[in-house]
């Protein structure tokens, strides 16, 4: 057994990336939230459409927190990728944006509402503020249930959405995780450069495997995330 990497990479007004997808097979070499779906006898579900010619469901999920002010454009240019991605036959028509409001005190959630009478958006809207990564899980754990692929991506898209289109097509060759790294973090300031170099390393040091300059820009379909929604932590640290 082998755990396939595949880098592939673009150029950018902003920045340079990569994206990592890894088959999984081989349980030593990835952490073990990620290694999941084979321990449980998961396969690839890629293969399963593929073969079938039917076309996956795709939920992309934003996590919201006083947001008001970016999440129209968010909106606009994440629905325009889905729009693109079944013109291509990559996914199916009903895909859809899933926003995660956590507990905005603004009128983010005025503004999801509204978006949802046009565009093909769904919202989930926590009680209260209760943290970025817990309103990623909140978004997976629905998108486990009625989705076949889940990428998540931060509202202010400083991630390269074009890399969806790579990450779509690494999911149909196989691939149940694929991670958006930064290939260089040149629009970062001095200080937000070199503070993540140390968090990178620190982890290191303490025996974290992590993925490095990647944050929470990801793919994982249906076989990851039934193995993700049995983790019961609450502390969620998901990143890498």
């Not at 409001?101 to 949802?116: E, F, P, V």
């Not at 899980?137 to 400083?158: E, N, P, R, V, W």
């Not at 991630?159 to 060759?173: G, Q, T």
């Not at 958006?180 to 629009?187: A, F, H, L």
Request: glycine share 6%; with cysteine.
């Amino acid at each position: 057994m082998h755990t396939a990497l595949y880098k592939a990479s673009w150029d950018d007004d902003k920045e340079q990336g990569r994206v990592l997808a890894f088959l999984l097979q081989t349980p030593s070499d990835l952490p073990a939230a990620i290694i999941a779906p084979i321990l449980l006898g998961a396969s690839s579900t890629a293969e399963v459409w593929v073969k079938s010619g039917e076309r996956p469901i795709l939920g992309i999920v934003v996590p919201c927190f006083n947001e008001s002010a970016t999440i129209d454009v968010c909106a606009s240019r994440l629905a325009e990728t889905i729009v693109t991605l079944v013109e291509r036959g990559k996914i199916a028509a009903d895909s859809f944006l899933l926003f995660v409001d956590d507990g905005s005190r603004d009128n983010t959630w005025a503004i999801i509402s509204s978006l949802q009478s046009t565009v093909a958006v769904r919202g989930i809207k926590l009680a209260a503020n209760t943290g970025h990564q817990n309103a990623w899980m909140a978004g997976l754990d629905f998108c486990a249930q009625h989705t076949d692929i889940a990428i998540s991506i931060d509202a202010d898209l400083q991630d390269d959405i074009n890399a969806i289109y790579l990450m779509i097509d690494d999911y149909l060759r196989g691939s149940d995780i694929v991670f958006g790294v930064r290939q260089n973090r040149n629009s970062d300031s001095w200080w937000k450069r070199n503070s993540a170099v140390v968090f990178y390393k620190l982890l290191a040091v303490m025996g974290v495997k992590n993925v490095e300059n990647h944050a929470d820009f990801r793919l994982m379909s249906k076989a990851a995330l039934a193995a993700l929604s049995q983790f019961p932590e609450r502390n969620l640290y998901l990143r890498g």
